[in-house]
């Protein structure tokens, strides 16, 4: 097992440390705090005071990670990154500087020196909490593809980053937690993820064009408006990596479609969602059409994901954390037995007909 995949190095910081750092690098006041769970961060909607003491009305994101070199690297990258978004009209939520006027500080904590970024706070349902309609699995597909269209040329990596997440470490992800499972039920959908993932997504794998992805666009991770219409936010680029151009709309509809009541037709509207916000990229020019081949590992590379998402949950629902793991995979299962029971071959000639439109 390796030690990213079941026993992450994962930081959580007390309200009154919190407190500290806003006052300290950021000069910020925090009336009340609501603590998120995350899978490696300290995660807190702050709601600020004013000179008085009492609220303002005004909230922030705090996110907190372990500090190293490398990490403080990639925490600029990403925060870049989501101000570049939010410039193109995708919310991904406006940086707010340090008392230095950086992006990121890097301060002491009761854990050790900690990076810190406070950011624009975005409100909205999350995508798991709402329902599901096709207008907005489209809207939430187009939102993706958008976000990928912005991130195309974006630079790589400044540091070596991976994560067990990631499409590319999907068998070797499986093979460090799936030991885990003792139910015969998720034993038997792990393993017919896993051959599906090394029959019709490993062979090609190293050949799919590549860019710098979210890789995270999960249904926690997207935020719907009141209207159930619109995405209002995109959270949490934490997993950005330089990694295969599918990846996003892969994960996106993968965990998008988990609690529909036909997760093979939610996953087809968000990716006529995608395709739509593609097609018109390559008719002005600015994208590159998909290709067959990253269509066709499309579909298995959602089960592959959504494998290792029960398979690592599974793994850690003893750890600290166990309450996250367990709602981080629920819905889970049964989406990924729907989507292994579906003819491939039908649900290939549908992504074909709504990708490869140019």
């Given amino acids: ?72 690297a990639l925490a600029r990258w990403r925060v870049a990154a989501m101000d570049h978004l939010q410039d193109l009209g995708i919310p991904a939520g406006r940086t707010l500087p340090s008392l230095a006027g950086e992006a990121t500080a890097v301060v002491a904590s009761p854990a050790g020196p900690v990076i810190a970024h406070v950011g624009e706070w975005l409100t909205g349902v999350p995508l798991e909490a709402a329902p599901l309609t096709p207008e907005l699995l489209r809207a939430v597909g187009e939102t993706a593809a958008r976000a990928t269209l912005a991130l195309a040329e974006w630079p790589e990596p400044p540091a070596p980053v991976t994560h067990p997440w990631e499409l590319v470490r999907t068998i070797e992800s499986l093979d460090a937690s799936m030991g885990a499972a003792e139910d015969s039920r998720i034993s038997a959908l792990l393993t017919r993820a896993r051959v599906l993932y090394l029959e019709r997504v490993a062979p090609v794998l190293a050949d799919l064009p590549r860019a710098v992805v979210h890789h995270d666009m999960h249904d926690s991770n997207l935020l719907i408006d009141a209207d159930r219409s619109a995405v209002t936010g995109v959270l949490d680029f934490g997993d950005m990596v330089s990694g295969p151009r599918i990846a996003d709309l892969a994960i996106t509809a993968g965990y998008a479609c988990r609690r529909a009541a036909d997760p093979v037709a939610a996953y087809l509207e968000v990716a006529a969602g995608w395709g739509n916000a593609w097609a018109e990229a390559v008719r002005a020019g600015e994208s590159a059409s998909l290709t067959c081949a990253e269509v066709d590992a499309l579909y298995p590379a959602s089960i592959g994901r959504l494998a290792v998402n029960l398979s690592i949950w599974t793994a850690r ?29 039908a649900v290939r000639h549908a992504l074909r007909s709504a990708l490869l439109t140019i």
Avoid: W
């Fill in 1 to 72: 097992m390796t030690a990213d995949t079941i026993a992450p190095n994962s930081l959580a910081l007390a309200p009154e440390a919190v407190a500290e750092i806003l006052v300290g690098a950021y000069g910020l006041r925090a009336a009340s705090m609501q603590p998120f769970q995350s899978e490696l961060s300290t995660v807190y909607r702050v709601a600020l005071a004013g000179d008085d003491g009492q609220p303002d009305g005004r909230c922030v994101a705090f996110k907190a990670i372990h500090h190293t070199d490398d990490e403080h």
């Fill in 317 to 345: 629902s003893s750890s600290d954390r166990g309450e996250y793991a367990r709602a981080r995979s629920e819905s889970t299962a049964r989406a990924l037995e729907l989507l292994l029971d579906a003819d491939l071959d």
